[in-house]
C-alpha cells in the first residue's frame, strides 16, 4: 500500500509541477497549442468533409438508380443510321420476356416542342414515357397523379409538367385540371412532378419538360422508336449481368452495323468512392502535416523552456530529484499542450457539423441531408495529436534529464 501510495504521490506532484509550469507562460502555451488545434481539428474536418462528399455523390448516383442500365443507338456518323436499327417498343417487350433479372422495363422518346406563356413562345422538352418510367427514374409527383394505366392505354391526352414549367405557366395558381397548349397540341394536367435526385439536365427531363403517354409521341411523330431505353435489375449484382444480356439481345434483333451504347452506374459509383478514398487519404495526410509542424514548435518551445529552468533543474537534482522525475515532469508539459490543444481543436471541428445539422433540420428542401461525423476521426485525432506531442516533446524532455547538477547550478 505504502508503495502504490508513493507512486500515487510521485504522479500527483509531476503533474502539480507540469500545470504550474504551464501557468507560468499561459501565453507561450497557448500559441503552442494552436498548432494542436488547428491540426486535429483537420484531421476530423476533413475526414468529415470527405465523408459527407462522398455521402452526397453516392447518394447523388442512387438517386438516379444504381441498379438502372440504360441503353441507346450510338451515332457514329462512320454508317448511317437506319430506322430499323433504332430501338423499338418491341425490343423493350422482349427485354421483358428474356431478361428474367430485369425487375421493370420502360423507355421514353422526347422531342422539342414550344408552350405561349405571357404571349412568348418558350422552348420545352415534350417527353413521352411507357409503363414503369416513374419507378425506374423515382419520379416525384407532389401534386396531382401520375398516369394510370387507362392513361396509357388510350392514349389520354393528358400530361405531367415540371415544377418550374408549371411555375412559369401558372403562377400562383394549382395547374392540375388546367390546359396547356404545347405546339399544335392541347393537354390536360394531371400533376406536377420532379426528379428525386437533380440530374442537372443530363437526362431527357429538362427543368422545363412535359411527360405524356408514349403513344401520343408516336401518334404525333408517327414513330414508334425510343431514344432511350431503360432497365431496372431486380439487384445490385445482377446489374453486369442484365447489361450484358441487354447489348447482345439489341445486337442479335438488328442489322450487324448497328452500333448500341448499354451502360449502367455501377463503374461510376465504384468511380466515386474510389476517388473520394483517394481524397480523404491525401487530406488526412495534410492535415498530418500540419500536425508534424505543430509537433515541431512543441519540440522548440520545450527547448526554450529547458534552457531557461536549467537551475530549477539544478536544484531539483541537487536535493535529490532522480532522473526519471525530470523527464517525466517535461514530458507532461508536452503532453498537456498536445492534448489540450487536440481536445479543443477536436470539440470545434464536431461543433461546426453539428451546427449545420440543426440548420438543415428546419430547412425543408434539405430534409434527409445530414453532415456526418465520424467518430473514428476523433479518436484518430486526440491519440495522433497526443502522440505528436509527447514524441517531439521527448528530446527537450531527455535533455533535460541529463543535465548535470553542478553545471546546472552555474547556468547563467
Not at 439487384?235 to 453486369?240: D, F, G, M
Not at 492534448?339 to 425543408?364: D, E, H, M, Q
Request: glycine share 8%; aromatic share 6%.
Amino acid at each position: 500500500m505504502s508503495i502504490v501510495r508513493n507512486k500515487a504521490a510521485y504522479w500527483n506532484e509531476t503533474w502539480h509541477l507540469a500545470v504550474q509550469a504551464l501557468r507560468g507562460n499561459k501565453l507561450r502555451a497557448a500559441l503552442t497549442m494552436l498548432g494542436v488545434i488547428i491540426g486535429s481539428g483537420c484531421i476530423v474536418l476533413v475526414v468529415t468533409v470527405a465523408l459527407a462528399g462522398k455521402r452526397y455523390i453516392v447518394t447523388q448516383i442512387e438517386g438516379v438508380g444504381s441498379n438502372l442500365i440504360y441503353a441507346q443507338i450510338l451515332h457514329t456518323g462512320v454508317s448511317r443510321v437506319a430506322l430499323g436499327d433504332e430501338i423499338s417498343l418491341s425490343d423493350m417487350e422482349a427485354v421483358k420476356q428474356q431478361v428474367p433479372e430485369a425487375a421493370v422495363v420502360g423507355g421514353t422518346h422526347d422531342i422539342s416542342m414550344s408552350v405561349v406563356v405571357s404571349g412568348i413562345e418558350r422552348p420545352v422538352k415534350l417527353v413521352g414515357v411507357t409503363d414503369g418510367f416513374q419507378q425506374i427514374r423515382r419520379l416525384v409527383v407532389f401534386r396531382g397523379r401520375y398516369f394510370d394505366d387507362d392513361d396509357m392505354m388510350t392514349h389520354s391526352k393528358v400530361c405531367l409538367l415540371t415544377q418550374e414549367l408549371a411555375d412559369r405557366v401558372y403562377p400562383n395558381q394549382n395547374p392540375v385540371g388546367q390546359d396547356i397548349r404545347v405546339g399544335d397540341l392541347h393537354f390536360t394536367v394531371i400533376g406536377v412532378f420532379r426528379e428525386r435526385i437533380s440530374t442537372f439536365g443530363e437526362t431527357e427531363i429538362s427543368r422545363e419538360s412535359v411527360l405524356v403517354p408514349f403513344g401520343l409521341i408516336n401518334y404525333y411523330t408517327g414513330s414508334d422508336y425510343l431514344a432511350t431505353l431503360y432497365v431496372q435489375a431486380d439487384s445490385p449484382e445482377n446489374v453486369a449481368g442484365v447489361t450484358r444480356q441487354v447489348a447482345a439481345l439489341l445486337k442479335s434483333r438488328h442489322r450487324p452495323g448497328a452500333e448500341y451504347q448499354v451502360e449502367n452506374l455501377v463503374s461510376l459509383l465504384e468511380s466515386a468512392r474510389k476517388i473520394s478514398q483517394a481524397l480523404t487519404v491525401l487530406l488526412v495526410v495534410i492535415a498530418l502535416i500540419a500536425l508534424l509542424i505543430s509537433g515541431v514548435g512543441i519540440m522548440n518551445i520545450m527547448l526554450v523552456t529547458v534552457t531557461e529552468r536549467t537551475r530549477e533543474i539544478g536544484i531539483r537534482k541537487a536535493v535529490g530529484a532522480p532522473r526519471d522525475a525530470i523527464l517525466y515532469q517535461f514530458l507532461m508539459e508536452a503532453f498537456l499542450i498536445s492534448g489540450t490543444g487536440s481536445v479543443v481543436g477536436i470539440l470545434i471541428a464536431v461543433a461546426i457539423p453539428v451546427s449545420i445539422n440543426l440548420v438543415l433540420r428546419v430547412i425543408p428542401e434539405a430534409v434527409g441531408i445530414r453532415v456526418p461525423v465520424s467518430w473514428v476521426s476523433v479518436v484518430l485525432a486526440f491519440v495522433v495529436s497526443c502522440s505528436t506531442g509527447l514524441l517531439f516533446g521527448y528530446l527537450p524532455a531527455n535533455r533535460a534529464a541529463k543535465l548535470h547538477p553542478t553545471e546546472s547550478l552555474r547556468y547563467e
